[in-house]
Antibody, heavy 120, light 109 residues
């Protein structure tokens, strides 16, 4: 069974760049859509964006901070960069995989999540 | 964007009783007799767990007390006989057009 694990700094200064990596084990990163989702403390889930293994990306247009998602298939990992962060970007960040190889699919595998706090 | 709205925001149910959660989408998430709607369970400190997809198909290992129904814009998750381990927040999600989640429903004893 595929497992996902997020890693990265737990504290980011305002206006700086939030950077996280999701390591995928127990399966190939080829196929499926690989996603980032976040959850502000005590709130609901917000989809941030996806990357497909060929590097094709799509981001949630409602996000205020610029987003970049990249993939390194040789390392079986993908990454998130969120620029010019503010306190509103404080959240638990999850990486997740679509259940099937199509975009019309729910997320069947999730990382444990990592809390990122934006504060000076 | 397709907006997902759940009701109620929270509910308290006695052990062994039925819990019903509703989810409404701002436009239809069904097409060709398929509904692109899933339900997740999130326990405190854990990541969401996929319970049901295609509105009514339970994932492997999900107890049969969890049942999903609905089509178009209106969907329901029913827990037929609430157990202590079912205390959690439940989210609906549409995957018809990208992905959006409902705000969550907290189920308590």
């Amino acid at each position: 069974q595929v497992q996902l694990q997020e890693s990265g700094p737990g504290l980011v200064r305002p206006s700086e760049t939030l950077s996280l990596t999701c390591s995928v084990s127990g399966g190939s990163i080829s196929g499926h859509y690989w996603n980032w989702i976040r959850q502000p403390p005590g709130q609901g889930l917000e989809w941030i964006g996806y990357i497909y293994d060929n590097g094709r990306t799509y981001y949630n247009p409602s996000l205020k901070s610029p987003v970049t998602i990249s993939v390194d298939t040789s390392k079986n990992e993908f990454s998130l960069k969120l620029s010019s962060v503010t306190a509103a970007d404080t959240a638990v960040y999850y990486c997740a995989r679509t259940e099937t190889t199509t975009s019309r699919s729910p997320f069947d595998s999730w990382g444990q999540g990592t809390l990122v706090t934006v504060s000076s | 964007d397709i907006v997902m709205t759940q009701s109620p925001d929270s509910l308290a149910v006695s052990l062994g009783e039925r819990a019903t959660i509703n989810c409404k989408s701002s436009r239809s998430v069904s097409s060709n007799n398929r509904s692109y709607l899933s339900w997740y369970q999130q326990k405190p400190g854990q990541s969401p767990k996929l319970l049901i997809n295609w509105a009514s198909t339970r994932e492997s290992g999900v107890p049969d007390r969890f049942n999903g129904s609905g089509s178009g814009t209106d969907f329901t998750l029913t827990i037929s006989s609430l157990q202590a381990e079912d205390v959690a927040v439940y989210f609906c999600q549409q995957y018809y057009s990208l992905w959006t989640f409902g705000q969550g429903t907290k189920v308590e004893i």
